[in-house]
């Protein structure tokens, strides 16, 4: 798998989450564990220690003599240690009926018991040094009893002993009895408790392990379905750059990358117009070219060859230059219309002179074909936004093609649109456009029913487009009908 695709930025953001997510989980559960196992042994320990006291202070005057009074004051103490019991066999009694008072059926410690008398000292039927762990135990609490500043105070103890951890809870209970018991220390081995937990979380881990695992698996197919359909895209768009615009892109894919297809087949489509309108439009420029060059040619050697009269041969030549002449000029106006670096210059423009100073350019030329050209302009000031020369040119350009084809009038009229936008119509009265004509009537040398091929209209919608305004073509009730709509800045109320 590649570093650098969707896919595997998916798998790996997506594997750095559940690896985060299971030692988060891992984490907290442990702990949670942890505490509620320490709060529940602690709760279980101490009713367990409540259940031996009792029955501790209960019965041990049946098994213990009492310890002497106090002395008055003055007197020496002559107090001694919890008198023996009755017999060792009572203490073995009464040491089995402590034991079978820790029994809980509903704990899960296995607890067991110290007796310390009064001095400190270990009360047991036992012989001495029986366990070792026992000494020890009794070692560190009897420690803890000496340094603690509240010896009457219960306390709660972790205990470590040769690697074994206990729990426990010392009972101080000397002035709750006349025999001379002194505390009950109750204390108990979690090492299994500790097994447990341990083996809880290694449950926990597998089950993690595995949900892991198989959200790994579905998160590289996932990523695998995301990035699959961006390979086929990736296919169609290398088509395109090798200039097979005829393919349509056709595959289901999600909501957010429809709009995406459709535009890379509106693109496909227009770049396969506009490469087929290029090339028609090299074809049309290579004709444009060829029949003057041609003719030129043809008159050039007829006069070397004195074969035509020069006189005759020179104005058609000169003309023929005249007309590849402007058919260049215009060219390069398109091209610089079309790049990006052709600048604008925007400047509040009198649409009402504009259009007067359009009308007293071409008259001269409605005069020679015996064409009128009437005007509908108010008389109120009508102010846009634009560039004088360039939609001076846009503006020529139409007037002098409805001129070509006018019989005898052509009509310029202006409105306003709901103050926001100013609408200029320019019509004639020829034969007006060919259904079949009207979608291409701006495009670069199209050549219409008895017309001639060039760029005016071309020119025109190029202009308007980019002064955020909009051309169409139509047919009226007299003939052709051309409607310019331009954002308004200003009119004089």
Excluded at 25 to 44: C, K, P, R, S, W
Excluded at 53 to 74: I, N, S
Excluded at 246 to 263: H, Q
Excluded at 416 to 432: A, F, H, M, Q, W
Aim: proline share 4%; charged share 20%; with cysteine.
């Amino acid at each position: 798998m590649k570093t650098n695709t969707i896919k595997w930025r998916i798998f790996k953001y997506n594997t750095i989450v559940i690896a985060m997510l299971i030692t988060f989980t891992a984490i907290i559960f442990n702990l949670a564990v942890h505490m509620y196992i320490e709060n529940d042994l602690v709760t279980q320990l101490n009713k367990i220690a409540s259940n031996a006291e009792d029955t501790a202070l209960k019965h041990g005057p049946d098994f213990f003599q009492k310890v002497p009074p106090d002395p008055p004051p003055g007197e020496p103490n002559m107090k001694s240690p919890p008198m023996d019991p009755q017999g060792d066999n009572d203490l073995f009694r009464y040491y089995f009926m402590l034991d079978h008072s820790l029994k809980d059926p509903l704990s899960l410690l296995n607890a067991d018991f110290i007796l310390l008398d009064q001095n400190k000292n270990k009360i047991t039927p036992f012989a001495e040094n029986s366990s070792s762990t026992s000494n020890e135990l009794i070692q560190q609490i009897t420690n803890e009893i000496n340094n603690s500043k509240k010896v009457n105070q219960e306390k709660y103890l972790n205990l470590h002993l040769s690697g074994t951890e206990f729990i426990a809870t010392i009972k101080p209970v000397s002035d709750k009895n006349s025999f001379g018991l002194g505390w009950i220390i109750i204390y108990s081995n979690i090492q299994k408790i500790n097994q447990l937990q341990l083996g809880i979380n290694l449950i926990l881990f597998l089950i993690l392990v595995f949900c892991a695992f198989i959200t790994i698996i579905f998160s590289s197919r996932v990523s695998q379905k995301i990035s699959e359909p961006f390979s086929h895209l990736n296919q169609c768009i290398s088509a395109i750059s090798e200039r097979n615009f005829g393919n349509k892109i056709e595959m289901p894919v999600y909501n957010e990358l429809c709009e995406l297809v459709n535009n890379i087949n509106i693109m496909s489509e227009k770049l396969g117009n506009y490469d087929k309108a290029q090339k028609t439009f090299l074809e049309n420029v290579s004709h444009e070219f060829r029949t003057p060059l041609m003719s030129i040619q043809s008159y050039a050697e007829g006069i070397k060859y004195d074969v035509v009269d020069t006189n005759s041969a020179v104005p058609i030549i000169l003309d023929e230059i005249k007309r590849m002449t402007n058919l260049v000029e215009d060219l390069l106006y398109l091209s610089r219309l079309d790049s990006i670096e052709e600048s604008y210059n925007f400047n509040d423009l009198n649409l009402n002179e504009l259009i007067n100073t359009c009308v007293d350019r071409m008259n001269l030329i409605a005069e020679k074909s015996n064409v009128t050209i009437k005007t509908s302009i108010f008389k109120k000031i009508v102010k846009i936004y634009g560039d004088e020369e360039k939609l001076s040119r846009a503006i020529t350009n139409i007037i002098s093609n409805c001129i070509r084809y006018a019989d005898s009038i052509v009509i310029i009229k202006l409105d306003i649109i709901d103050n926001k936008k100013v609408r200029l119509t320019i019509s004639d009265d020829g034969p007006g456009f060919k259904d079949n004509e009207l979608p291409s009537v701006f495009e670069r040398f199209y050549k219409g029913t008895n017309g001639n091929c060039g760029l005016g209209l071309s020119i025109s919608k190029n202009v308007i487009e980019k002064l955020s305004g909009k051309i169409n073509a139509k047919n009226s009730n007299t003939g052709a009908l051309f409607t310019i709509e331009l954002p308004l800045t200003y009119i004089d109320k």
